[in-house]
């Protein structure tokens, strides 16, 4: 689940599209000027998000216990509510989608019900009046708001309405900076849902035939707590979480018996409604 792969695009295809407006006439030297100066600022700026952090963490643990969520962006900030949706299922395996907010009458509004997370980008654009109104269609289904809105938009936290601030509004570079507190979103929520760590135990460890006994306690205390844990998938070559089961354990004390050393990755994870843990 790759962030650097999106931002770095972003910032590419930015670089390409002046380029573009160059040679076609469209880009005028001062104007050129103010976008690189733009572009050279961004690392402070994305700092600045990324102080955002602790805010976006107290989101996930709502997000943890949720199983659908709903993005919405308008305009070029759509593709950034589908970066948002993809990340958060890709790593947290809850199902989310992402939508134009300008469509949300046409189906998608039907499907929110009561309490579902809806996340919504809004930046202050020519754009903003129309995403306020979907906010409002979204809170008048019972669904939950979660706004990452630029500092000058006037939308403030409310019953169903949670918001973060941007820093600063970022004019076209804005879906760079918008994209990462949706970034952060999806790693804290797996984090939650699936990692959250009770006892990390034999981690890269290297176990010896003669640990077997004490592997099997762990596996066993493992199962106990209804966890998961990080077991290799022959046919496709990768690792993947599976629940603890006594076929899981058999398998994983099979895996070293007679051999001297194995590399075991384990991870244990409480499946509790709303459990918190300690990082």
């Known amino acids: 689940a790759s962030t650097k792969a999106f931002t770095t695009q972003l910032v590419g295809l930015f670089l ?29 700026a994305v700092q600045a998000v990324l102080a955002l952090e602790p805010q976006v963490l107290a989101w996930s643990e709502e997000f943890a216990s949720k199983e659908n969520a709903l993005f919405l962006g308008r305009g070029m900030h759509y593709p950034v509510a589908l970066e948002g949706a993809l990340k958060l299922k890709e790593i947290s395996y809850i199902h989310a989608e992402a939508y134009p907010a300008g469509e949300l009458q046409h189906g ?103 640990d077997t006994d004490k592997l099997r306690v762990l596996l066993i205390d493992a199962k106990s707590f209804g966890a998961v844990v990080q077991a290799p998938d022959v046919n496709l070559g990768v690792h993947r979480f599976v629940p603890v089961t006594d076929k899981v354990i058999r398998y994983g004390l099979g895996a070293i018996k007679g051999t001297w050393q194995a590399a075991i990755q384990a991870i244990i994870a409480p499946r509790a409604a709303g459990g918190r843990c300690q990082r």
Request: overall charge negative; charged content about 15%; some cysteine.
């Open 16 to 44: 390409l599209s002046l380029a573009l407006a160059q040679v076609r006439g469209h880009l005028t030297d001062d104007a050129e000027a103010r976008h690189l100066q733009a572009l050279r600022h961004l690392p402070v």
């Open 108 to 210: 998608p509004l039907a499907l929110v019900p009561s309490q579902m997370p809806v996340v919504a980008i809004a930046p202050n654009d020519a754009l903003l009046a129309k995403l306020k109104r979907n906010l409002h269609e979204v809170r008048a289904r019972g669904g939950e708001l979660f706004v990452f809105a630029d500092a000058d938009t006037q939308i403030e936290s409310g019953e169903g309405l949670h918001v973060i601030r941007m820093p600063e509004h970022y004019g076209m570079l804005s879906p760079s900076l918008h994209v990462l507190p949706l970034q952060l979103l999806a790693y804290h929520t797996a984090w939650i849902k699936v990692h959250c760590t009770v006892e990390f135990f034999a981690a890269n460890m290297t176990v010896e035939a003669a």
